[in-house]
Nanobody, 117 residues
């Protein structure tokens, strides 16, 4: 069974930084795609950034130049470095992973990021 373990959320002042991490397990063939979505109160869940197996990354326009997604040192892990945080970045951030040889998207439980003004 695929499991995702997220960490790194918290409270930070505007202009500050946080780093989210996500470790995936349970796929014998690894993961084709890993990334992050977020959902703010009263809003729909939206893509933040993803990284695919070849290393290609894709970012939402609202985080370009501020957030960086990368593979972690641990196998099947992903990091999201968030710099220059804004109050509008406040949301629950969800890690996602797509196991190889499947089209299923697995969701983490989410980690709260709060940016104070």
């Amino acid at each position: 069974q695929v499991q995702l373990v997220e960490s790194g959320g918290g409270l930070v002042q505007a202009g500050g930084s946080l780093r989210l991490s996500c470790a995936a397990s349970g796929s014998d063939f690894g993961f084709n795609r890993m990334g992050w979505y977020r959902q703010a109160p009263g809003k729909q869940r939206e893509l933040v950034a993803v990284i695919i197996s070849g290393g290609t990354t894709n970012y939402a326009d609202f985080v370009k130049g501020r957030f960086t997604i990368s593979r972690g040192n641990a196998k099947n892990s992903v990091l999201l470095q968030m710099n220059s945080l804004k109050p509008e970045d406040t949301a629950v951030y969800y890690c996602i992973a797509v196991p190889a040889l499947t089209i299923n998207t697995i969701w983490g439980q989410g980690t709260q990021v709060t940016v104070s003004s």
